[in-house]
Structure formats: structure tokens, C-alpha cells
């Protein structure tokens, strides 16, 4: 499995962006898809997950602002984010997993895209 990120900017606070995530290879529907986020000297914060059925879960730190679906392909990931401060500039990372990813933990995520950065400033 490959994922590759896109979207990621440099943006004014208060503005909003639209990161997108592609998957490619093998089949692999039924898994959940979650962005996680990594700024310098930080560890990587768990963002936004949505499952198969499309229940989505939000850290603190975004909920409210961002928002998380799937495009009309099932390969498609999106994050939407909106009201963007300063602390949200970190590297966005799009990542899929077999199970428990409403908990945001990197460790329950197997696959990894490369990452797209965002800053805000």
C-alpha cells in the first residue's frame, strides 16, 4: 500500500486548507484512514481518523475546525481545515489501519504516506 499526500501550504492564520491522501496498491478497503501531524522537536499527534463506516474522531487540538471524509473514491482521503493558527504548521502524514484508530495512535496505524507540510504564519 502507498500513500501520497497533497495539499499542503503556506498559509495566513484564519485561512483554511484542504489536504488530500491517495492509496494505491493492494485492495485495501475495510481499513480505517487518519492524518497524524509531526512539527520540529514535537512527537507525531494523531489529527483526525475515520473508519469504514465513516465515523470520524478528532483530536482537541482540531476538533471543530477540521474536518475529515472520504472522497468519492475509496482510495481518497481528505482534511479539510479551516481557522488555521500558527501552532497548526507541522508536516501532515496520511495514514491507514487495520484497527482502533478512533484512539489516534500512531501505533495502531500500519501504513504511512511521506507527508505534506503545512505552515501557518
Do not use: H
Amino acid at each position: 500500500v502507498q500513500l501520497v499526500e497533497s495539499g499542503g501550504a503556506s498559509v495566513q492564520p484564519g485561512g483554511s486548507l484542504r489536504l488530500s491522501c491517495e492509496a494505491s496498491g493492494p485492495q485495501c478497503t475495510g481499513l480505517c484512514m487518519g492524518w497524524f501531524r509531526q512539527a520540529p522537536g514535537k512527537e507525531r499527534e494523531g489529527v483526525a481518523a475515520i473508519d469504514p463506516s465513516g465515523a470520524a474522531t478528532y483530536s482537541d487540538s482540531v476538533k471543530g475546525r477540521s474536518t475529515i471524509s472520504k472522497g468519492s473514491a475509496w482510495n481518497i482521503l481528505l482534511l479539510q481545515m479551516d481557522s488555521l493558527k500558527p501552532e497548526d504548521t507541522a508536516m501532515y502524514t496520511c495514514a491507514m489501519g487495520q484497527a482502533y484508530c478512533y484512539t489516534l495512535r500512531p501505533w495502531n496505524f500500519q501504513y504511512w504516506g511521506q507527508g505534506t507540510q503545512v505552515t501557518v504564519s
